[in-house]
């Protein structure tokens, strides 16, 4: 398996530009995350989907759009980036939730996508 | 005020030091606590769980909850220079599908 994977890993864009990050996972999971990491900020979640065909805006949605119409795909859309979005996204998928307390609810994460916006 | 607070000052420790880490969280409705790790450019993976208060032990490493201070814990006994990474505290509420992390420590052991 080769678990969540992510498209481009690197990418630099001029403000105004717009592009796709595309996420993939291969483990069925229900759950699909994206979020960006930028120094002494954390992870902070963008948007996030708990299923097909959904969606919903995380702590930080805007300047950005998101689709689920796969299961197994979950993108992240910038239609005019800006040199604010200058960050690392990462994807993440889990299971459905369960309240097991043998069930952390674990979410896997892909390598990461670096987007320099100049 | 954040809902997760660490402090995401770096911190380097000679190789055999014992690595202290914590996180405060305000949430009283947290009932899963998290420990990832996320080595240099790779994404964060899942390296210790707690289910409501309590110690968890794994080999060289500890996590501790307590919940009656919303205070969490992570010890690293025996650094080894292959622990350096930065280390995300991340909690969860009964039922909810999202986590909260921490801003993250970055350790570095020096051999």
């Known amino acids: 398996n080769a678990g969540v994977t992510q498209t481009p890993k690197f990418r630099v864009l001029k403000t105004g530009q717009s592009m796709t990050l595309l996420c993939a996972q291969d483990m069925n999971h229900e759950y699909m995350y994206w979020y960006r990491q930028d120094p002494g900020m954390g992870l902070r979640l963008i948007h996030y989907?708990?299923?097909?065909?959904?969606?919903a805006k995380g702590e930080v949605p805007d300047g950005y759009n998101v689709s689920r119409l796969k299961k197994q795909n979950f993108l992240l859309g910038l239609e005019s980036a800006a040199p604010s979005q200058t960050s690392v996204y990462f994807c993440?998928?889990?299971?459905?939730?369960?309240?097991?307390?043998?069930?952390?609810?674990?979410?896997?994460f892909g390598p990461g996508t670096r987007l320099t916006v100049t | 005020q954040k809902e997760v607070e660490q402090d995401p000052g770096p911190l380097s420790v000679p190789e055999g030091a014992i690595v202290s880490l914590n996180c405060t969280y305000s949430n009283s409705a947290f009932q899963y606590f998290m420990w990832y790790r996320q080595y240099s450019r790779k994404g964060p993976e899942l390296l210790m769980y707690?289910?409501?208060?309590g110690n968890k032990e794994d080999g060289r490493f500890t996590a501790q909850v307590d919940k009656s201070s919303k205070y969490i814990s992570l010890f690293i006994r025996d650094s080894q220079p292959s622990d350096s990474a930065t280390y995300l505290c991340?909690?969860?509420?009964?039922?909810?599908?999202?986590?909260?992390f921490g801003k993250g420590n970055q350790v570095v052991v020096i051999p």
């Open positions: 989907s708990v299923g097909e065909g959904t969606t």
């Open positions: 707690t289910y409501s208060s």
């Open positions: 993440a998928s889990s299971y459905l939730f369960s309240d097991r307390r043998t069930s952390p609810h674990e979410q896997y």
């Open positions: 991340a909690m969860r509420i009964l039922g909810g599908n999202r986590l909260a």
